[in-house]
Nanobody
Framework: EVQLAESGGGLVQPGGTLKLSCQTSGLILDYVAISWFRQAPGKEREGVSCISVGDGSTYYEESVKGRFTISGDNAKNTVYLQMNGLKPEDTAVYYC??????????????????????WGRGTQVTVSP
């Protein structure tokens, strides 16, 4: 059974940092793409970043480029999202999602949530003074 579990969300001031984790089970990370999506109240789910863990190829949505970094640790079956320079507009529930066929790259965007078949339950990130 495939399971994804996010952690690391919280309340942070503008300019602050958070590191989200997506713990996976039932997947071989070398053969999957893991994405981070976010959804703010009243807005559609938005793709933030994606990594094809096998070769480390990544994608970032334009608004997070230079601030967020996605990485994977095969030994821990975990994908991380390091978020620096957080802004109030980054406030949302952050979800990780997985797909065994998709390939992440800088030229493949925006991310379509319908592509990803496995989802976690999300972790809240709030950026506020």
């Amino acid at each position: 059974e495939v399971q994804l579990a996010e952690s690391g969300g919280g309340l942070v001031q503008p300019g602050g940092t958070l590191k989200l984790s997506c713990q996976t089970s039932g997947l071989i990370l070398d053969y999957v793409a893991i994405s981070w999506f976010r959804q703010a109240p009243g807005k559609e789910r938005e793709g933030v970043s994606c990594i094809s863990v096998g070769d480390g190829s990544t994608y970032y949505e334009e608004s997070v480029k230079g601030r967020f970094t996605i990485s994977g640790d095969n030994a821990k079956n975990t994908v991380y999202l390091q978020m620096n320079g957080l802004k109030p507009e980054d406030t949302a529930v952050y979800y990780c999602a997985a797909d065994e066929s998709y390939y992440c790259s800088s030229g493949h965007g925006p991310l379509d949530p319908q592509i990803f078949g496995y989802w976690g339950r999300g972790t809240q990130v709030t950026v506020s003074p």
